[in-house]
T-cell receptor, first 113, second 113 residues
């Protein structure tokens, strides 16, 4: 299995630009999670989906953030407009119903200047 | 509400010495417990998990953890560490309702020669 795939691995953009992060979960997994990791705030859960449906988006910091999962094999996290404080590593993880353990992707390092 | 406490933000240890990384959780119901490891510039990787059964759980890279229900703890141990074990270690707890995990703030294990 290829594991969770994220793209791009690195993204550098200017303040005010739109940023789209992509994730392909492990085939057959029912849950998909988006996390953000920073030195100051640690690992934060932003949103998670079950069978492509958003279940809990209470961790999404602002309306500038949105996430979609149009099908079982693809999800996006979009930031529009981006701000320097959005600079972080964004992780996607997936898990299978009843198995509980989550498998993480390699992350996308976002830098907003 | 569930929470996870990792009291030690950093644990320095000499190579070949034993180590214990502490994790305590709060929950009034049955939980599932996990330890993850994060090497620099990588995603989180599952080390071991406790779902049920034997309270002593063995994981990869020679690590083990013991579930102690009365003390609500799930400490991670290794009898002899290597330089390559230098990484951030995260404890996580979940319940049966969803696959959502609550992560601790992490412990940096710094192995010195």
């Amino acid at each position: 299995d290829a594991g969770v795939i994220q793209s791009p691995r690195h993204e550098v953009t200017e303040m005010g630009q739109e940023v789209t992060l992509r994730c392909k979960p492990i085939s057959g997994h029912d849950y998909l999670f988006w996390y953000r990791q920073t030195m100051m705030r640690g690992l934060e859960l932003l949103i998670y989906f079950n069978n492509n449906v958003p279940i809990d988006d209470s961790g999404m910091p602002e309306d500038r953030f949105s996430a979609k999962m149009p099908n079982a094999s693809f999800s996006t996290l979009k930031i529009q407009p981006s701000e320097p404080r959005d600079s972080a590593v964004y992780f996607c993880a997936s898990s299978k119903q009843g198995a509980y353990e989550q498998y993480f992707g390699p992350g996308t390092r976002l830098t907003v200047t | 509400a569930q929470s996870v406490t990792q009291l030690d933000s950093q644990v320095p240890v000499f190579e070949e010495a034993p180590v214990e990384l502490r994790c305590n959780y709060s929950s009034s119901v049955s939980v599932y417990l996990f330890w993850y490891v994060q090497y620099p510039n990588q995603g989180l990787q599952l080390l071991l998990k406790y779902l049920s059964g034997s309270t002593l759980v063995k994981g990869i890279n020679g690590f083990e953890a013991e579930f102690n229900k009365s003390q609500t703890s799930f400490h991670l141990r290794k009898p002899s560490v290597h330089i390559s074990d230098t990484a951030e270690y995260f404890c996580a707890v979940g319940r049966g309702a969803t696959n959502k995990l609550i992560f601790g703030t992490g412990t940096l294990l710094a192995v010195q020669p």
